[in-house]
């Protein structure tokens, strides 16, 4: 196994492992933002996440370049705007419903990086694309009906799609520490901008603030820093696809922990999503496929 394969596979497994990290939270936020409201939760979240990498690498900030400082602040507004477009559209939208809507990056990501980038996609990655996009709607779709929800939510979807397609135009190894810390410090700045009007509401008992201590840690701080990472190895298609998994695992944390139960649905669905990422990572690829094309703004 050459070096390179050998780089992208811990990429896909980095990427595996932030989406399982994402997909242990929809039990504990379905329960969490009853008592807190949800923009408050992401605010009090990201500022968490923000202050403890900034504790840990103070330094990694300084040694970005004015071209990356610039670049992380973009995505890291796109990335903001989503997290609260998708958050107020859930108030709006079942949350099966949501679920579907937010998976629909995956299908939206690749078009953009065939306008933005000039990738070439070929027929076995859409495959991949389409075979992910139906095991998201077994998986979690009961009914779909258009409405304002519906389409915050999908706006929300695209911006996710645009925030994949730019971090893995931009993002490097070297700079994966600063970015992912000024991202989140973005993030927080937004979600804190758009508490301010009502005030942020505290959690009021240590189980709650708990919940918001882990999901700040792993879900939020680590895993975006790990995404970072991933995507300077992987094409935004790619990254799409493996992130997919995040419905399925949190399907499967629901059964193991929230008490729900397995049904034949989430079984199939589960398997159609895991058949979509073996695809693309078993499949044939061109050389060009298999290139992550960076650019520069």
């Not at 389409?130 to 258009?146: C, E, K, P, Q």
């Not at 389409?151 to 911006?159: W, Y």
């Not at 919940?211 to 300077?232: D, E, G, N, R």
């Not at 290139?291 to 703004?297: T, Y």
Request: aromatic share 8%.
């Amino acid at each position: 196994m050459t070096e390179a394969r050998r780089t992208t596979l811990l990429a896909t497994a980095a990427l595996l492992s932030v989406t399982a990290c994402w997909g242990s939270t929809f039990f504990l936020i379905h329960d969490l933002v009853e008592r807190v409201p949800p923009v408050d939760f992401l605010a009090l979240r990201f500022s968490i996440a923000a202050v403890l990498l900034l504790v840990v690498a103070p330094r990694a900030l300084l040694r970005l370049s004015a071209r990356a400082r610039r670049q992380a602040v973009v995505l890291g507004a796109v990335y903001g705007v989503a997290q609260i477009m998708q958050t107020v559209g859930l108030a709006h939208t079942p949350a099966s419903v949501s679920g579907f809507i937010t998976g629909m990056y995956v299908v939206a990501t690749p078009l953009l990086a065939a306008v933005l980038l000039g990738n070439r996609i070929t027929r076995m990655t859409w495959l991949a694309v389409l075979l992910a996009f139906a095991g998201l709607a077994v998986l979690t779709l009961d009914g779909l009906s258009i409405g304002y929800g519906e389409a915050i939510t999908l706006s929300a979807a695209l911006l996710y799609a645009l925030h994949i397609v730019g971090l893995g135009a931009w993002s490097n190894a070297g700079d994966a520490i600063g970015m992912s810390i000024l991202q989140i410090i973005v993030v927080a700045a937004i979600c804190l901008a758009a508490s301010a009007p009502h005030g942020i509401v505290l959690p009021d008992n240590g189980r709650d603030w708990l919940s918001i201590v882990y999901m700040a840690v792993f879900p939020a701080a680590l895993a975006l820093l790990a995404q970072t990472w991933a995507q300077a190895h992987l094409s935004a298609t790619r990254a799409a696809i493996v992130m997919s998994m995040e419905p399925v695992f949190a399907t499967l944390f629901a059964v193991w922990f929230g008490g729900e139960s397995a049904t034949l649905r989430m079984v199939v669905g589960g398997l159609m999503v895991l058949a979509a990422m073996l695809v693309v990572e078993i499949g044939p690829r061109r050389k060009i496929e298999g290139e992550v094309q960076h650019i520069a703004v």
